[in-house]
């Protein structure tokens, strides 16, 4: 169990020096910038939004069984733990930002450029948000169309960010259940992508640097209990697929 935490912890800690380093140094979003980095960003943040992020998860549960390569039992039962893990990460998202109910960066910018009151904003429903937004940035130079479009599909609060949840989980699982089977290539990329997630939220004007701290913190604290019932309940994670039927047969003979 502490070699989990130890490597959920490590995967944590370089998930958060981005988000640290741009919160200390005081950088503040504002609209405008290269059109193609913006869009480059906002098709990484389209892997984590909703209906991709639902295909994204299968295609990663698929890879992780794969990597694993645990008996169907033990497979099911970790494909359940794995979609739990991001399921319950959304659900605790989405209570905290009922609570906090920050506004978004955007929504910010939309108070100072365009004089619209943030209480007003969020007191609306989100059909008439939406239109608002969309109504507001007809003829602003500043921020592209498809942008605008992303905005009005994303109207809630901002703190903590749920695609960083998403995102932070997926890499926090590879560190946790991957590592030990030296499938290191994977880890990177999804710590990667993670990464590349959690900026394209700074950029894009959805999300403050704490909130994707607090997303982190919260990815952290699922997936290190995810990754620990994983190991008791299915056994090793360190140990191949060969090895395990082996030790369960001798364990059956004794």
Known sequence: M?????RTTGGAVVLLLMPLAVWLSGWQWQPGGNNNLLKGFFWVTETVTAPWGIFTSLLFSVWFLWCLRFRLKAAIGVFILLLASIAIGQGVKSVIKDRVQEPRPFVKWLESAHRIDEKYFYSLSRKERSALVKEQLQDQ???PKWLSKHWQFETGFAFPSGH???AASWALLAAGLLWPRRH???????MAWAVGVMASRLMLG?????DLVMATIIAWLLV??????AQRWFGPLTVP??????IAEREQKN
Do not use: S
């Open 241 to 246: 697929l060969q090895e395990q039927q082996e």
């Open 224 to 229: 290190t209990l995810v990754c620990c019932l």
């Open 141 to 143: 130079a500043r921020v």
């Open 206 to 210: 959805m999300h403050w640097p704490q």
């Open 164 to 166: 960083t949840v998403f």
């Open 2 to 6: 502490l070699e989990i935490v130890k």
């Open 184 to 190: 290191y290539k994977t880890v990177a990329v999804l």
